[in-house]
Structure formats: structure tokens, C-alpha cells
């Protein structure tokens, strides 16, 4: 991380595409040869249906990540399905065999025990043991680490499933959530925070939330910090996560980037005004973030005449309620959030600020953190529909129309004479049906 004009690049690939498709009808299928080749290859009129098989689907992503494994090791990695093995199957042939010093010596396999995966030919599966997900590359990178690495979301699922460990770090101290956490796959870290990986797992660049906010990955800092994420960690070289975005180059994270992780950090209690040495505030001026300069000028301004305030908390609260409104009716929500923010550290039961800040989010394009609010306003105010609708709008947003429905319905029910709710229940079943439509047509294209 370091200072700013410093950028994250260890020097082993980045992420990006998964392994090459394999070709083959009849009794074909087989293993990707070249890392990064493109899609499935030929085969018979049967090769639609074997699309909707979601086991085989997995498992021949899996092999795909195999065959890169083998070619990180120096190895092709192909099938002979016509009789006899080729010389480039000479890598999975070692695997089944166990057989370490094949794979180029403990230099390349670092004493890793290497054995027991086998591929069936004929249904292009592969089967994995326990032992197999232990293979280590010289650089300390397990099956998991690499399908981390490549973005390959199916076969990481697969080797989550198998038994993988979501904690195994590489020969740098780098756990599989720290790269997920750098390239930006959601998918990918959900499964991994969903199967045990340690959400503040430490390394010598900090915690994943450090890695995904010094590259403005936004998205992943939402969901570490849902996770809990501690925000206030620091670096061996005391960069927390605030002071890591914006310290940040601007050819790796441009302003906007910067301002949605500064944003979601301060929400989630970051300090903004620790120096370490220098204040957030100082890092953004001498970096020219004016947007970020702004945001800290106008947060601090709020949080002082709040402090400032000898009123009681309820009259502060209206107060600070007041000008959240006020700053929505001229349209600045970022206003109006930090306002609701600072009235709910002195009521933080008060379900209508967590729905008008569900609004002002929503309006601001950050429909994940509208959602979020919208589930805390439900809690709190469980026979109120309007956290109902908040959550719906939010789902609609993200375009998640089964799950707005389903929010709508709820709202429905508490009031069934509400237009607004049944409304809003027609239009996200009518997204609904046209998503399922459009997804019958395009599975039936041959």
C-alpha cells in the first residue's frame, strides 16, 4: 500500500477469465488446455441440455481450474479421448499417482502431498479429495487460491464444498478474501465469507477490508463491513482503511470510487479524524480528492454543532432531523444521510430515520446500503409498511424482483388498503414474469 503513487501489483497474474473449454461430442468432453481460452467447445445436438446440468457445469469449471493449475506448474493440460495419454497429461496423471517428484521437484510443490484426483472421461467430472485441494504452487497458492485468483466463482463453490480451507493463506501471508477482496468479486467473497473465512484474516498490507478499499472496490467493502469488518484496523505501517483509499493512486481508484468506500467506512464508525500521522482530512486535500475534502469539511461541521448543541438529546435529534429533511427537499442526499447518521448515534431506535436514510441512499444510487437500512427500520418497527416499501424499492433497485415481491406482499398484508404497496407488489410481479421470460427465451436458443 504504502505511500500514495504506490500500488498494489505482486507480480504472479491478475485475476480475470477462467480456464479454456474443452471441445468434444459423443463421448467426449475433456479438460481446457490453455489458460484464459475461451468457452465449451463443439459437440452433438445434446450439448444444449447438458447446460441445465448444474453438477456437471461446476465440475467442469473445476477441471478448467485444474488445467490452469497445471500450466502455472509448467505443465498442458489436456485429454486424449481417443485411447492412450498424450505427454501433456503427464500432470494429472501424477496427481492420481501421488507421485511429488514428478511435479518438478519440492521446488515447484514446496513437500505439498499431491495424489488422488481423478477424472472420469466419459462424463467430464472430476472428483476431488481431501488431499487433492491441498496442492501448493511455489508461491504457497492452493486450488482455491488460484480459481480465487482467476474469478472463477463456480469452481471456488466447488472446492468450498469439497473442504477446501477459505483461511489458507500463500507463501506472502495472502488468504484466499484478500484477492477476492482486490479484484472486486462479490460472488466470490460472499462464498468465502459464507464458508469461514476470517473477515479481518491479517497480512502485511492489513485486513481484506484494507485490499478492497486501497483499490476502490466498494462493492466488496459493503460487504466486509455487513460482515462486520473491523474499520479502525491498522497496517504495519498504520494506514487504516480510511487513510488507505484515500492515499490511494488515481490510477486505481478514481474520486467516485474513493468517496463510496469513505462514505461506507465513516458510516460504519471509522475515526476521521485520527492522524496517523496525518488526518483523513489532510490526506484528501494533499491529494487534490475535493469531493472527499467536502464530505470531511461538511460531516465534521454537523458532528460539531451536534456536540455543540446544549439541548437534550430528543431536541437535538429533531433538529438534526430538521435539516436531513431540508437537504433532501434541495436534493442533496449525501447531506441528508450524514444528518440522519448523526441524529441516530443519539436515538438509534428510531425506525423512521433509518427509513428516511433508506430513501436518501436509494436516491443516491446505493441501493445495497438502502437495503440495509430498510432491514433495520423492519426490525425496529416491525407492524410499520413503510419499512416494507423501503425494502422493496431497494430490491427493485438491485433487481432482485422475487425478493420485492416478497417485501411488498409483507407491507400488503399490514395495510391491504395501501395503492401505494399493491402497486408496487404489480409492478415488481411484472418484472418478475418479464425476467422469467426473457431467461425461457434465451435457454431455448439452441
Known amino acids: 500500500m504504502g505511500k500514495k503513487g504506490k500500488g498494489r501489483h505482486r507480480g504472479r497474474g491478475g485475476g480475470g477469465g477462467g480456464g479454456g473449454g474443452g471441445g ?20 452433438g445436438p445434446g450439448m444444449g441440455r447438458r447446460g441445465s446440468d448444474a453438477r456437471a457445469q461446476q465440475a467442469a469449471a473445476a477441471a478448467a481450474a485444474i488445467s490452469g493449475i497445471a500450466t502455472r506448474l509448467g ?59 491441498t496442492i501448493v504452487t511455489a508461491l504457497g497458492m492452493t486450488p482455491l487460491f488460484c480459481a480465487v485468483l482467476d474469478g472463477q466463482e463456480i469452481t ?24 477476492a477482496a482486490k479484484i472486486g468479486n462479490v460472488g466470490i467473497a460472499r462464498l468465502l465469507l459464507s ?14 477490508l484494507h485490499v478492497a478499499a486501497s483499490n476502490g472496490k466498494s462493492s466488496i467493502v459493503l460487504i466486509l463491513l455487513e460482515h462486520h469488518a473491523n474499520p479502525n484496523v491498522m497496517t504495519p505501517d498504520c494506514y487504516t482503511p480510511l487513510t488507505a483509499v484515500l492515499s490511494a493512486t488515481p490510477e486505481i ?17 471509522a475515526h476521521y479524524k485520527l492522524a496517523t500521522p496525518d488526518t483523513p482530512l489532510e490526506i484528501a486535500t494533499r491529494n487534490g480528492l475535493t469531493e472527499c475534502v467536502a464530505y470531511l469539511l461538511e460531516i465534521s461541521t454537523v458532528v460539531r454543532l451536534s456536540e455543540h448543541d446544549k439541548g437534550s ?56 446500503e ?7 427500520c423492519i426490525k425496529l418497527k416491525p407492524e410499520w409498511t413503510k419499512g416494507y416499501y423501503r425494502k422493496g424499492c431497494a430490491h427493485m ?50
Not at 481508484?253 to 464508525?269: D, H, P, R, T
Not at 438502502?370 to 433495520?376: G, P
Open 24 to 43: 468434444g461430442g459423443g463421448g467426449g468432453g475433456g479438460v481446457g488446455g490453455d489458460r484464459g481460452g475461451g468457452g465449451s467447445g463443439g459437440g
Open 75 to 133: 505443465f498442458g493440460c489436456t485429454v486424449n479421448v481417443g485411447g492412450g495419454m498424450p505427454p501433456q497429461m503427464e500432470f494429472l496423471m501424477a496427481c492420481t499417482d501421488g507421485d511429488v517428484a514428478r511435479l518438478k521437484g519440492n521446488a515447484i510443490v514446496m513437500g505439498a502431498v499431491v495424489c488422488e484426483a481423478s477424472l472420469d472421461r466419459v462424463r467430464n467430472r472430476l472428483y476431488l479429495t481431501m488431499k487433492s485441494l
Open 156 to 179: 471456488v463453490k466447488y472446492f468450498l464444498d469439497k473442504g477446501a480451507d477459505p483461511n489458507k493463506k500463500d507463501a506472502e501471508g495472502f488468504a484466499p478474501l484478500h484477492e
Open 195 to 208: 464458508k469461514g473465512a476470517s473477515v479481518d484474516v491479517s497480512s502485511s498490507e492489513g485486513t481484506p
Open 253 to 269: 481508484v478514481n474520486e467516485s470510487e474513493c468517496l463510496k468506500c469513505m462514505k461506507l467506512l465513516i458510516k460504519a464508525g
Open 313 to 368: 438529546d430528543g431536541d437535538r435529534k429533531s433538529k438534526l432531523k430538521l435539516h436531513g429533511g431540508k437537504a433532501f427537499e434541495e436534493g442533496d442526499y449525501a447531506g441528508a444521510i450524514i444528518f440522519y447518521t448523526e441524529a441516530m448515534k443519539l436515538d438509534p431506535a428510531d425506525a423512521t430515520l433509518y427509513s428516511n436514510r433508506s430513501l436518501c441512499h436509494l436516491r443516491s444510487g446505493a441501493a445495497q
Open 370 to 376: 438502502a437495503l440495509l437500512d430498510a432491514n433495520d
Open 397 to 446: 433497485a438491485l433487481k432482485e424482483y422475487e425478493e420485492a415481491c416478497t417485501a411488498f406482499m409483507a407491507g400488503t398484508k399490514l395495510d391491504p388498503l395501501s395503492d401505494e404497496m399493491q402497486n408496487a407488489f404489480w409492478e415488481a410481479a411484472k418484472a418478475m414474469k418479464n425476467e422469467y421470460m426473457a431467461g425461457r427465451r434465451v435457454s431455448s436458443v439452441d
